[in-house]
């Protein structure tokens, strides 16, 4: 009796911190250049659903997605997630029309909606079969804007938004 061995298929090579700052960077300027401004039809809202709509688009259809999302740096990863946070929250500050939940507070709000996206994303980025694409954007989008204003919240006007 003869045994055979076959090799194992390669693993994929592990991302480096330099290719996960170029992928997110890649994710970023997708999303700046469709970007309307503080002044988008429909205001806020819907330049947040164009925006975060826009980055889960580019994380669905980029080609190394299923590598970061099954195995993301901590540091970088951790880092591109505070920074989205940041600025959703400065967004919905300065952009939100003085209306929102008095607590928890606006950045509280934009950390979960940015780790809710991420989780949404990754959930379906890394199953066999994937979803289909505009499913997951509705997802992620339908989870975000439901952490940014609840349905039935008592909103309370910002000070100085009079």
Do not use: K
Not at 38 to 58: F, H, K, M, N
Not at 64 to 78: I, T
Not at 88 to 103: D, K, Q, S, T, Y
């Amino acid at each position: 009796m003869t045994v055979q061995t076959v090799a194992a298929p390669a693993a994929a090579p592990l991302l480096t911190s330099g290719d996960l700052i170029a992928y997110f960077d890649t994710l970023a300027e997708a999303v700046d250049r469709i970007d309307p401004g503080p002044s988008a039809p429909g205001g806020w809202e819907a330049r947040e659903r164009l925006r975060l709509g826009t980055w889960v688009r580019q994380a669905y259809e980029h080609p190394l997605s299923s590598q970061v999302f099954a195995h993301p740096d901590a540091g970088v990863a951790r880092g591109v997630r505070d920074a989205m946070a940041a600025a959703l929250g400065l967004r919905l500050e300065v952009c939100g029309n003085g209306i929102r939940p008095a607590r928890p507070t606006v950045d509280v709000r934009a950390t979960a909606a940015v780790a809710a996206v991420w989780a949404v994303t990754a959930q379906a980025i890394t199953q066999s079969p994937r979803p289909p694409r505009e499913r997951v954007v509705s997802d992620a989008w339908a989870v975000a804007q439901e952490i940014i204003a609840p349905s039935g919240q008592a909103y309370v006007r910002a000070r100085g938004s009079w």
